[in-house]
């Protein structure tokens, strides 16, 4: 939910410390932009398949592949082809059963990996090779300069009860059911805005999905995301702007990120974080 279309903050004196602010914030992009050039990273996906129950065989992975209509994957690979999970070798036919939605196995075979995942209910297969292109050809991603008056105080207002909440996908037809546990409320420029936010990847953490005015112009349009720190006893937080970050979907189509609710569009201009990747011709 958002009033306004303000595009810069203010409120709390800034950071004491703007030089340790901005160190703190310099080592953590740069901690980032390495694990985005991480050898299986996404930006080693080479293909997005999506699986039927005909056996199909795609250039870039070993196997044939096919899908029941339960989900479950099944591989099946000839002479000379092999595939292991976890270090353990695979049979010639294997079975990869009880995937949940947004789950992946991963399966290697020498420098290639091949993730093995469902989305949106929907089995996919995704091989990632460490000398894909837009891997070795990335050279990090332009941002903001840190300002600490993008971190701005925040509470955590908690539903009820958790909500599943349905968002569309960047690849056309499919969704993402998502868990929320609550909203997160903060000002900019006075004037009050709440993001719906669902669980982050620890106990108690949060992220939050959502676009601004900077949109599609200096930042990828279809979303960025933020993770919060788990809230104080108060339910207090702070909402870092500056580690706003892209998901996958902006440096590459072979990605099926979820798109932010309706109400987590700001209508201010965010001009922190992440900015466009230049693989997507951003600066």
Known sequence: MTTASAAHPTGPDPDPDPASFARDWRAWHDARDRSLAAPHGFLAITSMRWLTPEPTRFE???GAWSADEDGTVLVELSDGESLAVDGEPLPRRHRFTGLPDGGSVSATSGDLVVEVARRGG??????????HPLRTGFTGTPAYAPDPRWARPGRFLPFDAPRPVT???VVEGLEHVLTAPGEI???IDGVTHRLTAF????????????TDATSGVTTYAANRSLSIAPPDAGGRVTVDFNRAVNLPCAYTDLATCPLP?????LTPAVEAGERLPRERGGA
Request: aromatic share 8%; charged share 25%; net charge positive.
């Open 199 to 210: 669980n982050g990847g620890r106990p108690g953490a949060l992220f939050v999905l959502f």
């Open 60 to 62: 870039d992975a070993p």
């Open 261 to 265: 609710p309706r109400e987590n569009r």
């Open 185 to 187: 409320e903060f000002a």
């Open 167 to 169: 968002v569309g996908a």
């Open 122 to 131: 929907q089995p996919v297969l995704r091989p990632r090779d460490p000398a």
